[in-house]
């Protein structure tokens, strides 16, 4: 039982490249998130997905989009990366569709370099 | 819309001594509130959660939090720290019905001593 994986761990980027985090996990949760964690800032969600098939905006959306690839997976792309996009980026999930009650398990994050 | 207020970036305190990490939240209805710790290098984890009930919350390793709504405070305390609860520690909220984002806050360095 992984909980919640992240591939990179770590990359660079050039501005105007693109490439896409994975995240998967095995606790067969319905809803998975993604945030990123800047210093000083806390986390900031991004986009978050109740279900399988849904997807929606969080709070720091532009500039990336999310594929919720089926229940596992919850994919988030760089089309075009930029230096404000330095960050570390976290995937977590939860239990439920909808309970603001519930846990959220996070991955160990990637470490995200835009030059 | 909800908030929560971490005033100390950075708490140092020596190994075996008492701790106490300040959160105060804002919000114009009823609140759920988290404490998640953040080891280096890793993700967060839940520490204690307040949903309803007993306003005072413990973790299994020695951690509480008790919930004051008049102060709107969620405050973590721990009697005596150990070297291993070195760790950035995120207090959150979030509403009751349904999903409800959840806000973090910026975060408590805890660097303990030895």
């Known amino acids: 039982n992984a909980g919640v994986t992240q591939t990179p761990k770590f990359q660079v980027l050039k501005t105007g490249q693109s490439m896409t985090l994975q995240c998967a996990q095995d606790?067969?949760?319905?809803?998975m998130y993604w945030y990123r964690q800047d210093p000083g800032m806390g986390l900031r969600l991004i986009y978050y997905s109740a279900s399988e098939g849904t997807t929606d905006k969080g709070e720091v959306p532009n500039g990336y989009n999310v594929s919720r690839l089926n229940k596992r997976e919850f994919s988030l792309r760089l089309e075009s990366a930029a230096p404000s996009q330095t960050s570390v980026y976290f995937c977590?999930?939860?239990?439920?569709?909808?309970?603001?009650?519930?846990?959220?398990?996070f991955g160990p994050g990637t470490r995200l370099t835009v030059l | 819309a909800q908030s929560v207020t971490q005033l100390d970036s950075q708490v140092p305190v020596f190994e075996e001594a008492p701790v106490e990490l300040r959160c105060n939240y804002s919000?114009?209805?009823?609140?759920?509130l988290f404490w998640y710790v953040q080891y280096p290098n890793q993700g967060l984890q839940l520490l204690l959660k307040?949903?309803?009930?007993?306003?005072l919350v413990e973790s299994i390793n020695g951690f509480e939090a008790e919930f004051n709504k008049s102060q709107t405070s969620f405050h973590l305390r721990k009697p005596s720290v150990h070297i291993s609860d070195t760790a950035e520690y995120f207090c959150a909220v979030t509403r009751p019905g349904g999903y409800q984002k959840v806000t973090f806050g910026t975060g408590t360095k805890l660097q303990v001593i030895p």
């Open positions: 977590a999930s939860s239990e439920s569709s909808g309970l603001s009650t519930d846990t959220q398990y």
């Open positions: 606790m067969n949760h319905n809803s």
């Open positions: 919000s114009s209805v009823s609140v759920y």
């Open positions: 307040y949903l309803s009930g007993s306003t």
